[in-house]
Structures are given as C-alpha cells and as structure tokens.
C-alpha cells in the first residue's frame, strides 16, 4: 500500500510529465505498476550479483587451501 504522501508526490510528477490530472484511484494502480515493474527489473541483477559474490568467494577459497596444504 502506498502512502498518501507519496501518492500525492506521484500524481505531481505525473501532472509534471504528462499534464493529466489523476484520480487518487488512477494513480494507486499505475504507481503500483510501476513498483512492480522495478521490482522485476531489479531483483535479477541482485541475483547475479549474489552469484557472481558467491563465486568469487569460492575461487578465492580454492586458491587458498591449496596453500595449507
């Protein structure tokens, strides 16, 4: 659920942008596309991101025990 202060900040920019004025109800629905949007825009680079840490951890592992050894 999105805020009454970020609603109104959303239908501003949007006002700002495009000239059309929107209903409280307009602008709930599109915000909410758009966050949704970004989420799934988003959420697989934080992935690969995780994976490629992940890797580079046990690269780093693996050049290191042989070391110890």
């Known amino acids: 659920m999105i805020s009454k202060e970020y609603l109104d ?3 501003k920019l949007y006002k700002d942008k495009y ?10 629905e599109l915000a909410n596309h758009f966050l ?5 825009l ?3 680079k934080l992935k690969r991101s995780q994976n490629i840490r ?3 951890e046990v690269v780093e592992r693996s ?3 042989p ?3």
Do not use: S
Not at 19 to 28: G, P, S, V
Not at 36 to 40: G, I, P, Q
């Open 67 to 69: 070391d110890r050894i």
């Open 54 to 56: 992940n890797n580079t």
């Open 19 to 28: 000239e059309i004025t929107l209903t409280d109800e307009e602008a709930t």
């Open 63 to 65: 050049t290191y025990a």
């Open 9 to 11: 900040k959303f239908k």
């Open 42 to 44: 988003i959420r697989p």
């Open 36 to 40: 949704n949007m970004m989420e799934v």
